[in-house]
Nanobody, 122 residues
Framework: QVELAESGGGLVQAGGSLRLACVAS????????IGWFRQTPGKEREFVAA????????AYGDSVRGRFAISKGNPKNTVYLQMASLTPEDTAVYYC???????????????WGQGTQVAVSS
């Protein structure tokens, strides 16, 4: 069992930045990939980014590549999502989740956090 807790969401103006954090707890959290997804009402959950347990392998969604950066924190059960050059289209609830590898499919992720809201004003 893994428990995940997201934080760092909020309201920001277009062009601004935010950093989200995901803290994983539980014995199964060791050696796991952490991914970020986002969802807006009426839409499917969208893959944002993922990082493996070593921090050496990452993956990004097409819509965020070059603007967002995922990294391992200290302690190592923390993963950050640094978001820059935000636009209103980035407004969503952001979720972190665990998987065996940094994959893009929602079905590859087993445990999910409750989400944190990000709102970008124009």
């Amino acid at each position: 069992q893994v428990e995940l807790a997201e934080s760092g969401g909020g309201l920001v103006q277009a062009g601004g930045s935010l950093r989200l954090a995901c803290v994983a707890s539980g014995r199964a959290s060791i050696g796991t990939t952490i991914g970020w997804f986002r969802q807006t009402p009426g839409k499917e959950r969208e893959f944002v980014a993922a990082i493996d347990s070593t921090g050496g392998l990452t993956a990004y969604g097409d819509s965020v590549r070059g603007r967002f950066a995922i990294s391992k924190g200290n302690p190592k059960n923390t993963v950050y999502l640094q978001m820059a050059s935000l636009t209103p289209e980035d407004t969503a609830v952001y979720y972190c989740a665990t998987a065996n590898r940094p994959r893009r499919g929602e079905r590859d992720y087993k445990f999910w956090g409750q989400g944190t809201q990000v709102a970008v004003s124009s």
